[in-house]
């Protein structure tokens, strides 16, 4: 099971932009796809946005396409979220989140499949 810290997070006004980053342990995430899901108070957990082993095959949640970015630069063991044009509504905590080994199929966006880091906050404010 991968470690995984996330950092970045932070407040923010609305309009406006933040990047978080995700650093993994080595091993666990060679083959893995890894991910955002964020968690508001009293809500579920709901997927943001993922991306496979490659960094390729990227996929996002409706919501945040065209604003959201889901980066993973070869040979490194992170992932990162740059999210523009931020709303009040996506105030949350912020999981990085990967899978085991995933070769050759679609990219996760199922939150079964993830182990997750800590979180770190977003806050958006009016």
């Known amino acids: 099971q991968a470690r995984l810290v996330e950092s970045g997070g932070g407040l923010a006004q609305a309009g406006g932009s933040l990047t978080l980053s995700c650093a993994a342990s080595?091993?666990?995430?060679?083959?893995?796809?890894m991910g955002w899901f964020r968690q508001a108070p009293g809500k579920e957990r709901l997927f943001v946005a993922a991306?496979?082993?490659?960094?390729?095959?990227?996929e996002y949640d409706d919501s945040v396409k065209g604003r959201f970015t889901i980066s993973r630069p070869y040979a490194e063991n992170a992932v990162y979220l740059q999210m523009n044009s931020l709303e009040p509504e996506q105030t949350a905590v912020y999981y990085c989140?990967?899978?085991?080994?995933?070769?050759?199929?679609?990219?996760?966006?199922?939150?079964?499949?993830?182990?997750w880091g800590q979180g770190t906050q977003v806050t958006v404010s009016s």
């Open positions: 989140a990967a899978t085991g080994a995933r070769i050759n199929v679609p990219t996760s966006r199922a939150a079964s499949d993830y182990s």
């Open positions: 080595v091993r666990a995430v060679s083959y893995a796809d």
């Open positions: 991306i496979n082993w490659r960094g390729q095959n990227a």
